[in-house]
């Protein structure tokens, strides 16, 4: 079973599907332990698991293959189709609408191609809002909708987000257009799905109606219903630093902590039965004892609340553990608890070939197998807090390895965090507000708002604590790392489990790339319709603007920018500059700010701007002229001129900061949003253009790149930062051909991904494409090369 689930696991790392030819040898392989001779036992052993090792393989390409067929075509993008479908999922608010999960169960326009698993939204029309109508599961619409293909920003260090979607079957993106032609066919479908779905709907809704305005309702309702999306950002930054936020969802431990208690209820009340004053009821305890109705009642109530979580990965896993241990309960089957973590491993990913994706999946089953560890064949008595201490402490250290693979954090006061968090969610605020929900109780929900927010207080003034980031490990490092984690958590009396400690040293001993002296590398991040670009010499750090806000509380700032310096183990700035007064340049200046602290902020903003005035000491204005050297590195602001700060009636693009950076590898121009005027009048001031890589100017757009700067800069290498299907048209084509006459190479962000320049003296620039490097079977055009199976 572990082998089926490497090579399930080994398929979602592929670039592309492996050709299906070698499905023929299957059955060969299939045939070798019967045909190899029995003293063979080895070989025969090997070839069982090549076997399961095949059977993952096959079995996760023939599942993605299924769903790469579920594509829209390029003709389809952006085109209006009318369709008929349902309403699948909960909806969830958004600030100008609802989006919700919709699947299509007819096409009604003639020869259109559309995927049958998509996400809709339906939004108020801007400055003339309608009534919307109610969302609900389980509904069927019909209505005209335009679809678009998922795409999303990619970068080092930070999630794949199209991956997640295709994970979870989201095929397309696409808004609902408000019209004559829709109309609701049927208010309820009666599936179990739906039923349930709206059942989580009703239950979200009334602890909104008994909490109006509270700060943790969106709290409670993720331990409800698992429903996370009214949870503010500051609040799961408080949750993240503390390291408890597997708590804030339907996660194993509150469906165990659940379903231990209906045991108990159960256990104790058949064994109460008045089986005296009613005799007939004799018969039913004789046949199911009060073992047998606890297990069953466990079950049941344990299957009852992953519903309500959606049948998230973590609630099918432990639902899947308690279900076999139900099972081996009811008919008297000894199970190891090993064979039981293992067999909820292979179910759960035979079920969910893409579960493997996801960083919980392995946290989910890691913690469980650690507790296990610490827990299984320990001899004597051991008082119950230091149990309790135990497991805590060999969750903490045991996920270190995975934490720091994926995350590049550790949070220092997670164990005592979760110490103080776990009895108070698991067994006050879990039960109170489900009780109080499934009773109709409101008292009970609200007693449970004032235990959570007592808590949160408590929790604040831990958030304070330092975060440990550095940049993740090599995977050779978290192997070892686990080892250590492993011979360190032996029993006492164990010689050298300090050896341990030594295992776990190469999980922090990262090794960070530098530029040599005298080089320059340039990352231009793709942040969507905006602009971010970092730059480093040798011991200096830059960033060229911040990106866009997304909107939710979320920016390019937090959701990128960070991440991906704290992977590059960049903990602070040298200078951030920020080039004009836009949002998709400025955007996501205060998250950045306040994770990774700048030394200097070059700006054409003024001191009394929202944007910079927290930081109106650390403050320089932008003006031609201004330069610098270090590492080898030159430095020169080239506009705006300090004449234009005294017309207020400048646009903000003709007052962009442009930086250029020279090395003796090569010369990169950033231009932020300059247009033709301002391209002229650099030109006529003498400014010293000429660059090997250049950030086109305003995104490509027809404003700028004029024909005598192209001819002036003569750029190698031409980036576009643009937004995947953005609403400007940016690049526009006849930019683009202007520079490939020139002879430019050139890349795009929305199709490219992160586009890294190195630059080092005596050796050719490096290009590194991440798309490239980074690529994944659903990525691009994944549906034609599925066509094989």
């Given at each position: 079973m572990l082998a089926f689930v490497a090579g399930v696991s080994w398929v979602q790392w592929m670039p592309q599907l492996p050709d299906s030819v070698w499905l023929w040898g299957l059955p060969l392989l299939l045939g070798a332990p019967w045909i190899l001779p029995s003293s063979w036992r080895n070989v025969r052993w090997l070839a069982v698991v090549l076997i399961w090792l095949a059977m993952g393989i096959g079995w996760a390409s023939l599942r993605a293959t299924e769903r790469l067929a579920d594509y829209l075509p390029d003709a389809w993008s952006d085109v209006p189709v009318v369709v008929t479908g349902l309403v699948t999922d909960m909806p969830v608010k958004t600030t100008h609408g609802v989006r919700f999960a919709f699947d299509i169960d007819a096409v009604l326009t003639p020869g259109a191609h559309i995927p049958r698993h998509v996400q809709l939204a339906l939004l108020a029309a801007y400055r003339h809002p309608l009534a919307l109508p109610a969302i609900l599961p389980g509904q069927r619409w019909r209505w005209t909708i335009t679809l678009r293909a998922p795409r999303a920003s990619e970068n080092p260090h930070v999630p794949d987000a199209e991956g997640i979607w295709f994970a979870e079957d989201v095929r397309a993106f696409g808004r609902v257009q408000m019209s004559a032609g829709m109309s609701l066919l049927a208010n309820r479908s009666y599936t179990w799905a739906?039923?349930?779905?709206?059942?989580?709907l009703l239950l979200a809704q009334q602890i909104d109606a008994w909490l109006p305005g509270q700060p943790y309702a969106g709290v409670l309702k993720a331990l409800?219903?698992?429903?996370?999306?009214?949870?503010?950002?500051?609040?799961?930054?408080?949750?993240?630093?503390?390291?408890?936020?597997?708590?804030?969802?339907?996660?194993?431990?509150?469906?165990?902590?659940?379903?231990?208690?209906?045991?108990?209820?159960a256990f104790w009340s058949w064994r109460r039965l008045p089986v005296f004053t009613w005799p007939r009821l004799m018969w039913l305890v004789l046949v199911w004892p009060a073992q047998r109705v606890a297990t069953v009642a466990s079950a049941f109530v344990a299957f009852v609340y992953v519903a309500l979580a959606g049948f998230g990965v973590p609630a099918q896993r432990t639902l899947l553990?308690?279900?076999?241990?139900?099972?081996?309960?009811?008919?008297?089957?000894?199970?190891?608890?090993?064979?039981?973590?293992?067999?909820?491993?292979?179910?759960?990913?035979?079920?969910?070939p893409w579960a493997v994706l996801?960083?919980?999946?392995?946290?989910s089953f890691g913690a469980v197998g650690w507790l296990w560890y610490v827990g299984n064949a320990r001899v004597g008595e051991v008082a119950f807090w230091r149990r309790w201490w135990r497991a805590q402490w060999a969750v903490a250290i045991g996920l270190a390895p995975v934490l720091l693979a994926f995350f590049g954090q550790l949070s220092l006061v997670s164990p005592l965090a979760n110490v103080v968090a776990i009895p108070v969610v698991e067994l006050l605020v879990t039960p109170l507000v489900l009780l109080g929900s499934l009773t109709g109780m409101a008292v009970l929900v609200q007693m449970a708002h004032a235990v959570l927010a007592l808590l949160v207080s408590i929790l604040r003034e831990l958030a304070i604590w330092p975060v440990w980031h550095q940049p993740a490990p090599d995977g050779w490092a978290v192997s070892l790392g686990t080892v250590g984690v492993a011979w360190l958590l032996l029993p006492r009396g164990v010689p050298a489990r300090w050896l341990g400690v030594v295992c776990l040293l190469p999980l922090f001993w990262v090794h960070v790339s530098r530029p040599p002296p005298g080089g320059l590398w340039v990352d231009t991040l793709d942040v969507g319709q905006g602009l971010a670009v970092v730059l480093r010499t040798h011991q200096h750090d830059y960033l060229f603007d911040t990106g866009p806000v997304y909107g939710n509380g979320s920016d390019s700032g937090g959701r990128i920018i960070v991440p991906y310096l704290q992977g590059e183990g960049i903990d602070g700035l040298d200078t951030l500059v920020l080039s004009h007064d836009d949002n998709d340049h400025t955007g996501g200046a205060h998250s950045v700010l306040a994770a990774v602290p700048a030394n200097h902020i070059l700006t054409s903003l003024a001191a009394r701007n929202g944007v910079v005035r927290p930081w109106a000491a650390r403050l320089v204005r932008c003006v031609t002229g201004e330069f610098w050297q270090v590492d080898g590195v030159k430095f020169q602001v080239l506009h705006p001129d300090g004449s234009s700060y005294a017309d207020m009636h400048l646009k903000d693009n003709n007052r962009s900061c442009v930086l250029k950076a020279s090395s003796a590898g090569g010369s990169v121009l950033l231009t932020a949003d300059i247009e033709a005027r301002d391209e002229r009048q650099m030109l006529a001031a003498?400014?010293?253009?000429?660059?090997?890589?250049?950030?086109?100017?305003?995104?490509?757009?027809?404003?700028?790149?004029?024909?005598?700067?192209?001819?002036?800069?003569?750029?190698?290498?031409?980036?576009?930062?643009?937004?995947?299907?953005?609403?400007?048209?940016?690049?526009?084509?006849?930019?683009?051909?202007?520079?490939?006459?020139?002879?430019?190479?050139?890349?795009?962000?929305?199709?490219?991904?992160?586009?890294?320049?190195?630059?080092?003296?005596?050796?050719?620039?490096v290009v590194v494409v991440w798309r490239q490097k980074y690529r994944r079977y659903w990525q691009d055009g994944g549906q034609e090369k599925s066509l094989a199976w």
């Open positions: 739906g039923t349930f779905n709206r059942w989580r409800t219903v698992g429903d996370q999306s009214d949870i503010p950002a500051w609040q799961w930054q408080v949750f993240q630093r503390t390291g408890i936020v597997h708590l804030i969802s339907i996660s194993g431990s509150h469906i165990t902590m659940l379903a231990g208690l209906a045991y108990a209820l553990m308690l279900l076999t241990v139900a099972w081996a309960m009811l008919f008297n089957v000894r199970v190891s608890a090993t064979l039981l973590l293992t067999v909820a491993l292979f179910v759960v990913s035979l079920i969910d996801a960083p919980g999946f392995w946290l003498g400014e010293q253009v000429r660059a090997d890589l250049l950030l086109a100017p305003h995104h490509g757009s027809h404003t700028s790149s004029t024909p005598a700067f192209i001819a002036a800069v003569r750029p190698r290498w031409v980036i576009f930062s643009v937004g995947a299907h953005n609403r400007f048209g940016h690049p526009h084509g006849d930019v683009v051909a202007r520079y490939v006459r020139a002879g430019s190479q050139y890349w795009r962000s929305d199709r490219d991904g992160e586009v890294s320049v190195r630059f080092v003296p005596n050796h050719a620039p």
